[in-house]
Structure formats: structure tokens, C-alpha cells
């Protein structure tokens, strides 16, 4: 079944939705977005699972508009995710539905998009959406000492960019194509590869966000958990493949830290030796690349700025 990607909410008045979803749930937008063609403010809310779309109307003869006028606000749409929206706009007509598009079209978030009418969904609309593919771009100007390539995927300013450090030999799982299309653009994700000892601080002041979470793989132990100890900056810290002899067992990690090791023999090994050493570290053992995007993401997703420093020990 596609995924649930995000449900749409027709509200007259965003900002106090926006005000009561951070008040009650400490949620608050990753973005905005006006969609001028279809008479349309959306801002976008992160909701776990699934994203928060707020539909605002712009005048009074958009869809948005009319639906307010009828039933006040709430539900507007489902929208579920595709990997091919051209064969899925096929598969539904074959179905016998007509969507409301005749063909796919640009959608919020630079997505593909089409909908059914609600008159054949028992009155809900639904919505089918494609991602576009994130651009990694590679980074410009002279990089810190030990840093021989950065690459990024542009998305919010407003949450917490993912920092992705591996060591040049080693190839990185997750791999970073994988990871800008799950987390780009709700979140900017930076692919960087390094010696096995880089300045950490440095790369981060050299990105000048005011924090990131870190995903090291590959990398000296010691210089990374030192600065995920001591920089406030770093939210979340998270390795991938770790040697567990490589970690001090005598200096706990911060209670940010989550490790991936591998499910063969040697990564449920090092699964056990690491909770041994570390018995309050989140640790999951998987060699599936779905599945380890999958749990960088909601990892992150439990560490906002504020929550994140007041764990750390």
C-alpha cells in the first residue's frame, strides 16, 4: 500500500492552528508555501509518521475558500505517496475513477501530484503525490582540514540539518542519495566525507547552522563523542557500524546517541557489547537500508534543539 504521506487541514486562521499543535504537541512548521494557481497558503507541520498540510485560503473563489464556506474548516485531504505517479494516474482510471486532473501535476514541495474527487471516495478527498528527486549539490569554497568533499540537499531552515560524516573509505549505509529523499526538503541534509579524525566543531562552524544532529560512520571515536559531549550544537548523535572497543566505556555517551550495527553475527556482537557498555544508548541492529533511514529519521524527529540539550549529561 502507498504510504500515508501527509493529511491536509482547510483552516481560516493557520497561525492559531500553528500556535495550539506547538502548544499542545510541540509541533511547529518546517516551511511555507503559496501556491498562487491554486489559491492556496499551505504551511507544512511535521507529525511523527505522517506531515500536517495547513490550507489556507487566499480569496474567496479557491477551493480552499469554498470548502471553509461549507464546512467550516477540518479534514480536507489524504495524500499517499508513489513511487511512479504517471502509472498510479493510470491504475486509477483503469479502476473506473476519473481524477479530478487529467493528468499529474506541480504540486507543493516541488511534488507531483493529482486527486480523486471526494464523490467516489465516500467524501474524502484523496490525493496521490511523488516526490521529486533532491538535488545533492556539491559544496563551494575551501572546506576544513581533513574534509575532502561536501555535498547537500537544500530543505527547512527551521529544523535541525542532518550532518553525515564518513570516513572516505568507507561506504556510507545509509547512503546519502537514500537519505536526502526521505529527509529532504522537510530537513537539509549534509553528506560529508572526512579522514577518520575530523575537526568536527570546525566542519559545523564552517556550515554555520546553529545545530545539527550527526550521523559519523567510519570515524576515529574519540574526537566525535568529545565533541558530541562538549558542543552544544550537536542535538543528536548517531553511528553507523561502530567498534565498540573504540568507545571509553568509562565516559557515558550523551542520551542523544543512537547506534546502527548490522544484523549479521558481528553487528549483533557489537549490538551486545555496546549495551553492555552503554545500557541507556538507543541501539538497533539491521543491515536494511529502509529500515536504517527509517530509524535516523524518527530518531532525529525525538531531539529538538531544546529537548536535546536538556538531556545532555
Given amino acids: 500500500m502507498p504510504r500515508l504521506d501527509h493529511v491536509g487541514i482547510a483552516t481560516a486562521?493557520?497561525?492559531r492552528l500553528l500556535d495550539a499543535l506547538r502548544d499542545l504537541l510541540g509541533e511547529t512548521r518546517y516551511s511555507s508555501e503559496t501556491l498562487e494557481k491554486d489559491g492556496v497558503r499551505i504551511a507544512f507541520v511535521s507529525g511523527g509518521g505522517a506531515q500536517l498540510e495547513l490550507l489556507e485560503a487566499l480569496d474567496e473563489t479557491s477551493p480552499v475558500a469554498r470548502f471553509l464556506r461549507e464546512r467550516k474548516g477540518g479534514l480536507h485531504h489524504l495524500a499517499f505517496e508513489v513511487e511512479d505517479i504517471h502509472a498510479m494516474h493510470r491504475r486509477v482510471r483503469e479502476a473506473g475513477y476519473a481524477p479530478i486532473d487529467p493528468a499529474p501535476r506541480p504540486g507543493a514541495e516541488g511534488k507531483s501530484v493529482f486527486f480523486v474527487h471526494p464523490g467516489q471516495t465516500g467524501q474524502i478527498l484523496i490525493e496521490f503525490c511523488a516526490r521529486a528527486a533532491p538535488r545533492l549539490e556539491p559544496?563551494?569554497?575551501?572546506?576544513?582540514?581533513?574534509?575532502r568533499r561536501v555535498v547537500r540537499a537544500r530543505g527547512s531552515e527551521t529544523q535541525t540539518p542532518l550532518l553525515h560524516i564518513a570516513a572516505t573509505a568507507t561506504p556510507p549505509s545509509p547512503a546519502p542519495d537514500a537519505l536526502a529523499e526521505r529527509l529532504a526538503p522537510a530537513r537539509i541534509y549534509v553528506a560529508a566525507e572526512a579522514d577518520e579524525n575530523p575537526n568536527v566543531p570546525a566542519l559545523i562552524d564552517w556550515l554555520g547552522k546553529p545545530?545539527?544532529?550527526?550521523l559519523a560512520q567510519g570515524l576515529s571515536a574519540k574526537p566525535v563523542m568529545d565533541a558530541a559531549r562538549a558542543d552544544a550544537r550537536i542535538q543528536a548523535t548517531l553511528w553507523a557500524d561502530p567498534d565498540p572497543d573504540a568507545f571509553d566505556a568509562a565516559r557515558p555517551v550523551p542520551a542523544s546517541t543512537l547506534f546502527l550495527t548490522g544484523d549479521s553475527e558481528a553487528g549483533l556482537s557489537a549490538a551486545r557489547?555496546?549495551?553492555?557498555?552503554?545500557p541507556d544508548a538507543a541501539i538497533a541492529a539491521t543491515s536494511d537500508p529502509a529500515l536504517r533511514i527509517a530509524l535516523v529519521k524518527r530518531h532525529i524527529e525525538r531531539y529538538p534543539a531544546a529537548q536535546a540539550r536538556a538531556a545532555r549529561p
Fill in 211 to 214: 545545530s545539527v544532529h550527526l
Fill in 13 to 15: 486562521d493557520a497561525e
Fill in 139 to 147: 559544496a563551494a569554497g575551501a572546506l576544513p582540514a581533513g574534509v
Fill in 273 to 278: 557489547a555496546l549495551r553492555r557498555r552503554f
